[in-house]
């Protein structure tokens, strides 16, 4: 089980949002850079960053941030990264960075398109985030709710050769209540790919019950909210994972 | 005559993984995989297969506990048989993993890999656990070996290994910091500390050549 740590971008800080509102957005740092350095120091094998203002605007806004990271981090460990990113261009430059996996969400639901050709031009590199409530996947920093099911969508992405699925639950994000577990199991069973879980972790008891569920596919867990305020020790519970799961 | 493997459920690790891969593997071979929590279904089958993940101290608890020991041991003494992972390093006499004594199937010791402030080839500091693809190295022809190129690809998660007493147990090494035992086989057991479950194409094969080993 990979416990993979966020880091939200917003106007050059690290925050975190509560159910994607930009409104209600703390600040945990302002120095991303020192941020990544953390979680690395604290053992973290994989970063998931996140471009907000990207997210809303359509388009890369925080990349000074980001490549700022990569700087930091170096070929340490695989960085993720998603927000804003909706052409085959953009990817381009941000693999070239040095970011190993490009997330597609809001583009990949809207222009399946677009993430095909990204699969095919990029293969190995793309991963599907897709957000969601009550088994919907949601668009647009969340704020559009489609009717599309979480496990159709995501076999048809499956098939265009991502790399694996971040299912969110945004019911739940930054809410501390707790992984759905139900749901990124019943995903991960009807998918080959890894599922990454995310929303809600809420501390020590989650990481456990993902370990349980692991052999069904689920493969790791974005840390946001819970290792920021201390609700969860991020060492001690990849730790624990390791302890679980590694022989 | 159907012949039968058993996968040993004694409430421990990738189960379904390997359960799967066995019943992959043994697609149109004929024979029946039987995935059990019951002792007498391991002493009744031809073949037996030992997974286990996590902390060894629990695995060897939790293989007591279940009352599969005894079955286990039985199929040891003659029926072919293959460990994987957890289900490995528990064949050897000891792990350094909380002082765990193990089944003292194959003489050697199980040992966490020390590679704190180490760095490797491309600059990065090894990690453990080792996770991810790294290559075995076939120390001696054996018939899980067939049709295996030397040096494949494997898929590993673990952060201790064995290290038997006798090189001639030791079938497979693999380098990561060191050179380490990566697959140990004695006479009827054969032991792997990667996952071929979750070694694609390959791994299948090693569970093909398993299920039609007549050591």
Known sequence: MLLIPAIDLKDGHCVRLEQGDMSVSTSFGDDPAVMARRWLDAGARRLHLVDLNGAFAGKPVNESAVKAIIKELGNEIPIQLGGGIRDLDTIERYLDDGISYIIIGTAAVKSPGFLKDACTAFGGHIIVGLDAKDGKVATDGWSKLTGHEVVDLALKFQDYGVEGVIYTDIGRDGMLTGINIDATVKLAQALTIPVFASGGLAGIADIEKLCAVEDEGVEGVICGRSIYTGALDFTLAQSRADELLAG | ?215
């Open chain 2, 1 to 215: 005559m159907t012949s039968t493997v058993a996968v040993v459920d004694y409430g421990m690790g990738n189960l379904k993984s390997v359960s799967q891969a066995v019943i992959k593997a043994a697609e149109g071979s004929g024979v029946k995989v039987v995935i059990t929590q019951k002792a007498e279904d391991v002493f009744a089958a031809d073949r037996i297969v030992l997974p286990g993940q996590g902390a060894i101290r629990d695995c060897m608890r939790e293989l007591r506990g279940s009352g599969m020991l005894e079955a286990v041991l039985d199929a040891a003494r003659e029926k072919p048989m293959l460990g994987v992972c957890v289900g490995m390093q528990m064949l050897l006499d000891h792990s350094e993993e909380q002082d765990t004594p193990g089944l003292g199937l194959i003489p050697g010791t199980v040992r966490r890999f020390q590679l704190e402030g180490r760095v490797q080839g491309d600059g990065s500091r090894f990690k453990v656990p080792q996770m991810g693809w790294n290559r075995v190295r076939q120390e001696l022809a054996h018939p899980l070996w067939t049709g295996i190129p030397d040096d494949s690809w494997f898929y590993f998660v673990h952060s201790f290994y064995a290290a038997p007493s006798e090189a001639r147990h030791s079938a497979g090494t693999t380098e990561y910091g060191e050179r380490f035992t990566s697959a140990v086989a004695r006479d009827n057991i054969f032991a792997t500390q990667f996952h071929p479950e979750k070694s694609a194409d390959l791994g299948l094969a090693l569970y093909r050549n398993f299920l039609h080993w007549m050591p």
